[in-house]
């Protein structure tokens, strides 16, 4: 497997992760001292299991959540990569057996680090442009 495969590999497992709830599945895609970054959000998130506290925390009331990516721009130096990519992230929250959809669109900005021999996610922000439905179905007390 090509460099550039393994790291389309790695987004795409981490983003199955997300959709699966599988957390360690999510960490083993993070560099142990990840940052998570939102745009828009004056937060970061460091370190593997911060990350996935908050990601359970988004993730876990949800009833189904949908992350696909497209359109890899990557630039590869030594054993560091950056990447550029298309999200669309739909989510679906059921209130007493009514859905509630919030779905959003924007790029994932990702730094990666290899090591080891393989890659893993070294920063990953998130950079949203457009979203339709209703935004409280991601706020974990909504």
Not at 116 to 142: E, F, K, Y
């Amino acid at each position: 497997m090509t460099d550039r495969e393994a790291i389309q590999q790695l987004m795409s497992t981490y983003v199955f992760c997300l959709d699966a709830r599988d957390y360690s599945g999510i960490k083993s895609c993070l560099h142990e001292d990840a940052i998570f970054e939102h745009s828009g959000s004056d937060r970061s998130y460091e370190g593997d299991a911060a990350i996935a506290d908050l990601l359970k925390a988004v993730l876990d009331p949800l009833d189904a959540t949908q992350h696909m990516l497209a359109n890899f721009i990557i630039e590869i130096i030594d054993d560091c990569a950056s990447l550029t990519c298309d999200i669309v992230a739909h989510h679906v929250r059921l209130d007493s057996g009514v859905p509630r959809r919030y779905t959003a669109g924007g790029k994932y900005a990702v730094r990666l680090k290899r090591g080891g021999g393989d890659w893993r996610i070294a920063r990953l922000t998130a950079r949203p442009i457009w979203s339709d439905g209703d935004a409280r179905v991601v706020s974990p007390d909504s």
